[in-house]
């Protein structure tokens, strides 16, 4: 009976939690009522793109959830693109990479409206001037963990 419980101990793999990312796009007023994207996961990430409008100009979001550490925090980042007809836009970079941490019980859930911001060397677009924020995407992101952390 100690075999499977010491060979448990020697792979290190155990130790990392497995975990699942659902990206969910909110309406008006943080309401859940857009589609839901389900990440594709490997071993250290998880990964999704789903359509965003941003002005006149539809886009790509796309979201990189890393696997949590054996203490349950991680890094999400944010990348837009590809977007229509060549436009190039790009979220405002103190959103671009945001940490999280697991709770307790192996998730957390954590919302974001991410501002666009449009290129200074990019084409003119009357509807989108240099180096104003737009409104953008608005995402939740439920982040649960499959396998038991370790750790904390």
Known sequence: MT???LLLLLIPAAARAQFSVVVTELGSYNSADGPEYAAQCAKGACRATLP??????????NVRVGAPTSFGA????????PCERGAKLA??????SVPYELDRFGAATK???LPFLRPSDADHDPNMDDGVVHGGAAVRLDIIATQAKTGR
């Not at 965003?52 to 979001?61: E, K, N, P, S, T």
């Not at 991680?74 to 693109?81: C, K, L, N, T």
């Not at 979220?91 to 671009?96: E, M, R, T």
């Open 3 to 5: 075999w499977p419980i």
């Open 52 to 61: 965003v409008q941003v002005g006149a100009v539809r886009c790509v979001l």
């Open 74 to 81: 991680g890094r999400i980042i944010f990348a837009a693109g």
């Open 91 to 96: 979220i405002d970079q103190s959103y671009a």
């Open 111 to 113: 919302q974001f409206v």
